[in-house]
């Protein structure tokens, strides 16, 4: 029985994902260090990114089979003529956070004011969703475009903007530091974060992307038994979070790996569209495939 599992082991192709400074990218690295991809035969290399325009540079360049990323990017690198799907839902979170020396406890207090946001992301994609949502038009704002995620963070913190929109942990370190939480997508009911792989990896790699999801599952059923504490120092040297994460970080309940929502792909899809950012109108299918039947 060994002598056939390792055979199967050592036939299996390596996978190559890109992950960013955020909560999705947690079970990943779970089941990196805690030998749940080994034990599934397979060999997962990790590359980490602090910009969505680095990582999907990365993935344009054949250098990864896959990213955490999210639904703007499949579209995004589909209408580019890059095929790649979304295989799975993440359990991203992106926060509206105001610096800590404005008196901000709404969005609507913001109107005229600088918020940061990545251009043409999820992260502005969120941050219209708030204004949709509180009655606001884009423009009401003024966005200050800074791709690096770190470098939005510390200029928040240095009172250098009125607000800026994070994914986790980074949203919740910028309160911890005396930034003030305005509002995030758990709260719109928004989950536009996926995991997404390229259609060769997908079509050359099945196997071992059925194996890349048993041994996430295996990472989320560990993160849902065991407390934080005892595996929050490997996260942070393994995740580039800062140390204060130890302290800050309240981690979301993951779940085990499924598709993304039909009303998530269909308003991120409506959203590019209305800005003119894609020229087609994708279809659920066009965006997400099952590799779970």
């Known amino acids: ?29 779970i089941a990196q260090e805690k030998g749940y991809f080994s034990e599934e035969g ?11 325009m680095d990582r999907d540079a990365a993935l344009q360049s054949g250098n990864l089979d896959g990213a955490i990323s999210d639904l703007l990017a499949v579209a995004f690198a589909k209408d580019g003529g890059f095929d790649v799907k979304a295989t799975s839902f993440t359990a991203g979170n992106y926060k509206l956070i105001a610096s ?24 502005e994609y969120v941050t219209d969703q708030i204004m949709v949502t509180n009655n606001m038009r884009e423009d009401s704002i003024n966005k200050v475009v800074i791709p690096q995620i770190p470098t939005r ?8 903007l009125a607000a800026a929109t994070l994914p986790e942990p980074m949203g919740s370190i910028a309160v ?9 997508s758990e709260q719109l009911g928004i989950n536009p974060g996926v995991m997404m792989f390229t259609s060769k990896c997908i079509n ?16 989320v059923s560990y993160l849902k038994t065991h407390p934080q504490d005892e595996y929050i120092d490997l996260i942070i040297q393994k995740s580039g979070f800062p140390e204060i994460a130890k ?34 109108d994708y279809t659920y299918e066009d965006i997400v495939i099952d590799l779970f039947k």
Request: hydrophobic residues 35%; proline residues 5%; glycine residues 6%.
């Open 153 to 160: 963070l510390e200029m928040l913190q240095n009172g250098k």
């Open 42 to 52: 397979l060999k997962v290399e990790i590359q980490q990114f602090k910009s969505a």
């Open 100 to 123: 800590p020396n404005e008196q901000v406890t709404s969005p609507k207090d913001l109107v005229g004011k600088d918020v940061a946001v990545s251009k043409n992301t999820i992260i």
């Open 247 to 280: 302290t800050a970080l309240k981690l979301p309940e993951y779940h085990e790996a499924g598709l993304p929502e039909v009303k998530d792909v269909r308003d991120c899809i409506k959203w590019m569209n209305t800005k003119g950012l894609i020229k087609h």
């Open 1 to 29: 029985m060994a002598g056939c599992s390792n055979k199967q082991g050592s036939d299996m192709k390596n996978i190559t994902v890109g992950v960013m400074p955020d909560i999705d990218s947690i079970p990943i690295i």
């Open 204 to 219: 050359d790699k099945r196997d071992e992307l059925k194996a890349f999801y048993r041994a996430y599952n295996k990472a």
């Open 176 to 184: 911890a530091n005396g930034c003030r939480f305005i509002t995030d």
